[in-house]
């Protein structure tokens, strides 16, 4: 599989703490920093061995520490005793469904979970030089189509579960950036983001390709006409390491700053599952498709995001590398092996 080369030197002995490293971006993550010879150690609630990390033996490269981000004390001893210089921040409840179901359960996950973690960096007394805190395009809340793209001083407006408790932990980790702690915390706000080992069957993407491999059956949940904006998660990961390095470099002028990071490039769900069923080989299911989604309301989700990236090419020199042709591409032959492996996820 391809992989970008991250900044070798700047890694190389690194102690690196990942919340959520059982998932999809964490799982990603993890594979860049032990490719780059960082110590990673992974906060991990269960152990799904059907995730990225383990399918892909990268369960082995790291230290994972078992036990909910809820749990300070254990977050505080290992920040402590790992002597942890960088934290990634991506354990979430990030089902948009289940947090309209259980808004609790996700406040409880997204805003303590946060929270507790950060306390936990502020108990560390400045060992941590550097925290990246994944917030989302979501915590802007809803704004019309022509105030697109989001730009980082948009006020966040979220009404909904998910939305709502992303802004949370987004501002909370503003708050302990503030002059009163000086925490070295940066914020990222980014669009969708997809690729191998996005197993969140929830998200259109994972749903399509797997129905579109034989392995399951695509449920619609809107008409096709919502706007989203599709990042390759190996160009997310390149940008999550050149933000911790400059972070840990430029404390006192990159904490508490917030980054929006996108194509530009915007899709409806319609062009992303006509990329889907061309690459699969299935256009013909197309406009059976399209005729079952005529008419179909989502209620719970924002009509219309997609973000620019101004702000971290002009920070950190970033631009996204991977057209969605090409990273959808590579996520279907990853799916491919997947399932052929796992069968029944
Ligand atoms: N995937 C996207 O499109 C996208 C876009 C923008 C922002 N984000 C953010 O990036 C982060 C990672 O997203 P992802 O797609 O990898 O999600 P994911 O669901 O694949 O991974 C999240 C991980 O967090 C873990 N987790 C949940 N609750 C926990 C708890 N209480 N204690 C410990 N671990 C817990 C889960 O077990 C899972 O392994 C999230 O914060 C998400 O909001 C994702």
Same mark, same amino acid.
């Given at each position: 599989?391809?992989?970008?080369?991250?900044?070798?030197?700047?890694?190389?002995?690194?102690?690196?703490?990942?919340?959520?490293?059982?998932?999809f971006?964490?799982?990603?993550?993890?594979?860049?920093?032990?490719?780059?010879?960082?110590?990673?150690?992974?906060?991990?609630?269960?152990r799904?061995?059907?995730?990225?990390?383990?399918?892909?033996?990268? /369960?082995?490269?790291v230290?994972?520490?078992?036990?909910d981000?809820?749990?300070?004390?254990?977050?505080?001893?290992?920040?402590?005793?790992?002597?942890?210089h960088?934290?990634?921040?991506?354990?979430?409840?990030?089902?948009?469904?289940?947090?309209?179901?259980?808004?609790?359960?996700?406040?409880?996950?997204?805003?303590?979970?946060?929270?507790?973690?950060?306390?936990?960096?502020?108990?560390?007394?400045?060992?941590?030089r =550097?925290?990246?805190?994944?917030?989302?395009?979501?915590?802007?809340?809803?704004?019309p189509?022509?105030?697109?793209?989001?730009?980082?001083d948009?006020?966040?407006?979220?009404?909904?579960?998910? /939305?709502?408790?992303?802004?949370? =932990?987004?501002?909370?980790?503003?708050?302990?950036?503030?002059?009163?702690?000086?925490l070295?915390?940066?914020?990222?706000?980014?669009?969708?983001?997809?690729?191998?080992?996005?197993?969140?069957?929830? =998200?259109?993407?994972?749903?399509?390709?797997?129905?579109?491999?034989?392995?399951?059956?695509?449920?619609?949940?809107?008409?096709g006409?919502?706007?989203?904006?599709?990042?390759?998660?190996?160009?997310?990961?390149?940008?999550?390491?050149?933000?911790?390095?400059?972070?840990?470099?430029?404390?006192?002028?990159?904490?508490?700053?917030?980054?929006?990071?996108g194509?530009?490039?915007?899709?409806?769900?319609?062009?992303v599952?006509?990329?889907?069923?061309?690459?699969?080989?299935?256009?013909?299911?197309?406009? =059976?498709?399209?005729?079952?989604?005529?008419?179909?309301?989502?209620?719970?989700?924002? /009509?219309?995001?997609?973000?620019?990236?101004?702000?971290?090419?002009?920070?950190?020199?970033?631009?996204?590398?991977?057209?969605?042709?090409?990273?959808?591409?590579?996520?279907?032959?990853?799916?491919?092996?997947?399932?052929?492996?796992?069968?029944?996820?």
């Open positions: 599989m391809r992989m970008r080369v991250p900044p070798l030197r700047y890694w190389c002995g690194k102690s690196v703490l990942i919340t959520g490293i059982n998932g971006i964490g799982g990603n993550l993890a594979e860049a920093l032990t490719a780059a010879g960082a110590n990673v150690f992974g906060l991990i609630r269960n799904n061995s059907r995730s990225y990390l383990f399918h892909e033996g990268l /369960d082995r490269r230290t994972l520490v078992e036990g981000l809820g749990d300070k004390e254990l977050l505080t001893r290992v920040i402590g005793e790992e002597q942890i960088t934290i990634f921040h991506l354990a979430s409840q990030v089902e948009v469904g289940v947090a309209a179901a259980h808004p609790q359960l996700t406040f409880e996950t997204n805003v303590r979970g946060t929270y507790q973690l950060l306390e936990a960096v502020r108990l560390a007394s400045g060992g941590v =550097a925290v990246v805190v994944a917030s989302s395009d979501k915590a802007y809340g809803s704004y189509r022509r105030k697109m793209p989001y730009r980082e948009y006020p966040l407006i979220p009404r909904y579960p998910y /939305d709502v408790s992303k802004a949370c =932990a987004d501002m909370i980790a503003q708050s302990y950036a503030s002059e009163l702690y000086r070295p915390i940066l914020v990222t706000r980014f669009s969708n983001i997809y690729g191998p080992g996005q197993l969140n069957f929830s =998200a259109v993407l994972p749903d399509a390709i797997r129905a579109c491999l034989g392995y399951g059956k695509f449920v619609p949940r809107g008409d006409t919502q706007i989203r904006d599709f990042l390759f998660v190996k160009d997310v990961v390149a940008l999550y390491l050149a933000m911790a390095e400059s972070l840990a470099h430029r404390p006192e002028k990159l904490r508490g700053k917030v980054f929006n990071a194509t530009r490039q915007p899709l409806s769900i319609r062009e599952l006509a990329v889907v069923h061309r690459l699969t080989g299935r256009e013909s299911d197309l406009p =059976a498709l399209y005729r079952g989604m005529k008419k179909r309301k989502t209620t719970g989700e924002i /009509d219309c995001q997609f973000m620019d990236y101004a702000t971290v090419r002009k920070e950190f020199g970033w631009t996204p590398k991977t057209r969605f042709a090409v990273g959808a591409e590579e996520t279907i032959a990853w799916f491919r092996a997947y399932f052929e492996r796992t069968p029944t996820a």
